[in-house]
């Protein structure tokens, strides 16, 4: 049998081999601690429960419009004019069933085969197979920890060709947390557009910040970066609600409508449910977020701490999101527990294997010389992962 083009050339999740791997251990009842989650662990506000509770006893089970419904485009609409200074019309948000899918729908319109996009990685998995589907090529453009996993413009210019289409941002990053200031912002995504080429900025982590940091969102930038910028933003990390499915874009009335024609054949839209629970989330009291972000912040500071006092480590503070994303590459050279570790794999199989503490290797996210470590989960759980995982390459 002969499979598309597409289903030979996407990838598996490389990450979930490790996920299944943990899970198979904690179901025979060990005590594996996980720090993989790419979700928030805590629960999804009670007045957002309440407003889809709402929604269903009213009886609001029927397909919405296909770019979402108009109480949520409006209320996306007044949320991205307050938070982040960008005016759009409802004509220009197309609302999906996660942050995911908009951006599938957005590479699909301005992704042809042969085009190039730029991704700078570390970077999120999924970027990379979309751009794939598209039949386009992903372009890696490599940061390391010793320029903040940041491009610049000049870094930026070196892989751009006649092909680029577009680049990705994603300020806060996952998986390294990074965020870049206003000033460096400016620099690349004003050099892009005036190269005619388009942005999407995943801005998904946008509120989870610490130290004071602002976001900044760059269709925000100027008339020609407002033209060419598509601002992805979704529900799932703010908001707790990953299994609800619920992201949106923003952008130029064009991409969004042949975006939503994508989307008319696809899956017809978002959740009708959902995006009620949306409205509510977006207009309702902030203070559960507020509160996340502070607990997040405790345990940022602290496993920072821990693991930078952990001989071959070393790790960034970062400013976003709720991952860290250490540099063990030292680790690599020798042997650990008698056993030999070449990458981010070895090491993170080691370690489920020797102490039960599940990470992620680097290597999917682009960059074998670190793990990403997530720290959603309880302070409880980061002192005895970090605790295990200290004592085993002590021993
Ligand atoms: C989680 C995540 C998304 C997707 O979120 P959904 O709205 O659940 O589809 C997009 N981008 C990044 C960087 C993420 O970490």
Not at 136 to 153: C, G, M, Q, S, W
Not at 248 to 263: C, D, L, R, V
């Amino acid at each position: 049998m002969t499979l598309s083009r597409i289903a030979r050339e996407v990838k598996t999740s490389a990450t979930l081999a490790i996920t299944a791997k943990a899970k198979q251990l904690a179901a025979k009842g060990v005590d594996v601690i996980g720090f993989g989650a790419g979700e928030p662990d805590f629960d999804v506000p009670e007045n957002v429960k309440n407003a889809a509770i709402k929604a269903i006893k009213d009886g609001y089970n029927k397909y919405t419009p296909t770019a979402g419904a108009p109480d949520l485009k409006e209320a996306i609409c007044e949320k991205l004019l307050k938070d982040n200074q960008l005016k759009y019309t409802p004509s220009q948000i197309l609302v999906s069933a996660g942050a995911k899918q908009a951006i599938l729908n957005i590479v699909l319109v301005l992704c042809d085969s042969g085009d190039e996009a730029i991704i700078p990685s570390p970077y999120w998995v999924s970027y990379s197979e979309m751009v794939i589907m598209a039949g386009a090529k992903p372009v890696f453009l490599n940061t390391t920890d010793r320029e903040h996993f940041k491009i610049t413009k000049e870094t930026l210019a070196k892989v751009i060709t006649p092909r680029t289409k577009m680049l990705f941002m994603n300020s806060p990053n996952n998986p390294t947390g990074m965020v870049y200031t206003e000033k460096e912002l400016r620099e690349i995504v004003c050099f892009a557009v005036e190269k005619g080429i388009y942005v999407i900025s995943d801005e998904i982590y946008e509120k989870i910040l610490y130290d004071g940091v602002k976001h900044i969102s760059p269709a925000t930038l100027g008339d020609e970066c407002y033209k060419k910028v598509i601002t992805v933003n979704g529900f799932s990390k703010v908001y707790s609600m990953t299994g609800w499915r619920l992201g949106y874009a923003a952008g130029p009335e064009e991409i969004i409508k042949a975006a939503t024609n994508i989307q008319d054949h696809t899956t017809s839209g978002a959740n009708s449910i959902t995006q009620k629970a949306g409205v509510e989330a977006l207009k309702g009291n902030q203070d559960p977020v507020i509160f996340m972000i502070k607990e997040f912040d405790k345990r940022r500071r602290y496993i920072v701490e821990r693991l930078n006092k952990i001989k071959g480590v070393s790790c960034l503070l970062p400013q976003g999101a709720f991952y860290v994303f250490p540099r063990v590459s030292d680790l690599y050279k020798r042997k650990i527990a008698g056993q030999s570790v070449a990458n981010s794999f070895d090491l993170v199989n080691l370690l489920l294997e020797k102490t039960f503490v599940a990470f992620v290797p680097g290597a999917p996210f682009g960059a074998d010389d670190y793990i990403r470590i997530s720290y959603a989960t309880s302070m409880a759980n980061i002192e005895k992962g970090i605790d295990r995982f200290e004592k085993f390459l002590g021993s």
